[in-house]
């Protein structure tokens, strides 16, 4: 297992802005993609954006390409999401991960560990 620990999430008005962070100690965090995903209740998780060890590359949800980034810190051992322009159906529980595998994954099966996640709720 390797300790992730996600913040930053919260209760916001539809057109505001957060960032999600999400933190690792103890390990080789740049060896390792990292990614976020969110659940919504009722609703399977689902892929949100990615990034790979050095930030080469980036993936991105359809759903939040323009309004979303991804950039990760590997001198602070951290991954961030900001999120732009919040809707009401981004509301879910968001979740990182990290991934032994290269480049920006999209599949929840590539990851190999996760964090508790951190709720992100939208009001309109």
């Known amino acids: 297992q390797v300790p992730l620990v996600e913040s930053g999430g919260g209760l916001v008005q539809a057109g505001e802005s957060l960032r999600l962070a999400c933190a690792a100690s103890g390990w080789r965090f740049d060896l390792f993609g990292m990614g976020w995903f969110r659940q919504a209740p009722g609703k399977e998780r689902q892929f949100v954006a990615s990034?790979?060890?050095?930030?080469?590359?980036?993936a991105y949800a359809e759903l939040v390409k323009d309004r979303f980034t991804i950039s990760r810190d590997n001198a602070q051992n951290t991954v961030y999401l900001q999120m732009n322009s919040l809707k009401p159906e981004d509301t879910a529980a968001y979740y990182c991960?990290?991934?032994?595998?290269?480049?920006?994954?999209?599949?929840?099966?590539?990851?190999?560990?996760w964090g508790q996640g951190t709720q992100v709720t939208v009001f309109s």
């Open positions: 990034i790979s060890r050095r930030s080469s590359n980036k």
């Open positions: 991960g990290a991934t032994t595998r290269g480049g920006a994954r999209t599949r929840e099966s590539d990851y190999d560990t």
